[in-house]
């Protein structure tokens, strides 16, 4: 089993910065690969961004030049630098990781964290 808290969402104006953390606890030595996803309202939810446990990234285009994914694996935790935000970056932003091989994930959720950007 592996616990995900997210922290660190909020409020914040078009153009401004926001950083998210995701902290994970249990079975951390699993754990393959941690991102970001969101779900803005009405929508399903997103792949915005993953990391893997050797450093390898990926981001959404959507996302890529304004948000940045980085691990600390001595901490088991996952951060996402957001800058530049979007209203359309408005979502419930969720941790993951997966602790499952390449061809048969398994994932495990955090509770989400709410991004709003509004002026």
């Known amino acids: 089993q592996v616990q995900l808290v997210e922290s660190g969402g909020g409020l914040v104006q078009p153009g401004g910065s926001l950083r998210l953390s995701c902290a994970a606890s249990?079975?951390?030595?699993?754990?393959?690969?941690m991102g970001w996803y969101r779900q803005p309202p009405g929508k399903t939810r997103e792949l915005v961004a993953f990391i893997t446990s050797g450093g390898s990234i990926i981001y959404t285009n959507s996302v890529k030049g304004r948000f940045t994914i980085s691990r600390d694996n001595a901490k088991n935790a996952v951060y996402l630098q957001m800058n530049t935000l979007e209203p359309e970056d408005t979502a419930v932003y969720y941790c993951?990781?997966?602790?499952?091989?390449?061809?048969?994930?398994?994932?495990?959720w955090g509770q989400g964290t709410q991004v709003t950007v509004a002026s």
């Open positions: 249990g079975s951390v030595a699993s754990i393959r690969i």
């Open positions: 993951n990781a997966d602790t499952g091989g390449p061809d048969s994930p398994y994932y495990y």
